[in-house]
C-alpha cells in the first residue's frame, strides 16, 4: 500500500506561501537541489489543488526549466498528476506535461483506493487546501515539511482549516547547511 506525503516548504510562522501566493522567501541552495533530485523521483503521483497546478504547469515545462534543473522537470513533468479543482473544466495536456487526471471534488473512497494500489507514493506540493482537507479526512500518512528560517508575519497559513487537533509523531529530521530543517512525521494514532 502506498502512503500520501506532505511536502512543503514552512516558514518559522507555519506559512507555505505569501498572501499573493509568492514562494520568494524559500530558501534553496545547492544541498536543497540535491536533496530535490533524489527525492523528486521516488513521487508515483503528484497530488495538486487549482492554484499550485497552474504555477506547476506555468514552469516545468519550459525549456529553462528542463535546462536548469533537468532531473525534478523531468519526474514532475512525467508523473502521473491528479488536479483537485472545482472551477477547471478542462486540462490541456503537452507532449512535456502529461498523465493528469482532474477531480472536481475529493471522494475518500476513491482515495482509498489509489492508496491500496502497488507503486510509489504520492505527495501533495503545495496545494494548502487540499493539505487541509485531506488532514481532515484522515488521508495523510507523512508530513513532510522543510522549516525555512525566516518569518513572514503574514501568509497562506499550512493548517488553517483543519477542524480537530491531531498529534503527530516525529520520525526523522534532517539538517541543512543554510538553516533550513527537514521534520518528517506520521500521525498518532
Not at 528542463?66 to 472545482?86: E, Y
Not at 473544466?89 to 489509489?114: A, D, G, H, M
Not at 494500489?117 to 515539511?145: A, W
Amino acid at each position: 500500500m502506498r502512503k500520501i506525503i506532505v511536502f512543503n516548504l514552512i516558514s518559522l510562522d507555519g506559512f507555505y506561501a505569501r498572501e499573493n501566493g509568492d514562494i520568494d522567501w524559500h530558501n534553496t541552495d545547492e544541498e536543497f537541489a540535491q536533496f530535490a533530485n533524489e527525492q523528486t523521483p521516488t513521487f508515483g503521483i503528484l497530488i495538486f489543488g487549482r492554484v499550485t497546478y497552474d504555477i506547476m504547469a506555468s514552469y516545468w515545462p519550459t525549456k529553462d526549466a528542463i535546462k536548469d534543473d533537468p532531473i525534478v522537470a523531468n519526474a514532475l513533468n512525467t508523473t502521473p498528476k491528479i488536479v483537485f479543482s472545482k472551477s477547471l473544466k478542462k486540462i490541456t495536456e503537452t507532449p512535456v506535461w502529461k498523465n493528469i487526471s482532474l477531480f472536481n471534488k475529493i471522494i475518500p473512497e476513491e482515495i482509498i483506493k489509489l492508496k491500496k494500489q502497488t507503486g510509489k507514493d504520492m505527495v501533495i506540493l503545495g496545494s494548502g487546501t487540499i493539505v487541509q482537507q485531506f488532514t481532515n479526512l484522515g488521508l495523510i500518512d507523512e508530513y513532510r515539511l522543510l522549516l525555512n528560517p525566516v518569518v513572514l508575519g503574514s501568509g497562506k497559513p499550512m493548517f488553517n482549516d483543519v477542524k480537530k487537533t491531531f498529534k503527530l509523531k516525529l520520525i526523522s529530521t534532517r539538517k541543512f547547511k543554510n538553516g533550513n530543517v527537514l521534520l518528517c512525521y506520521v500521525p498518532k494514532h
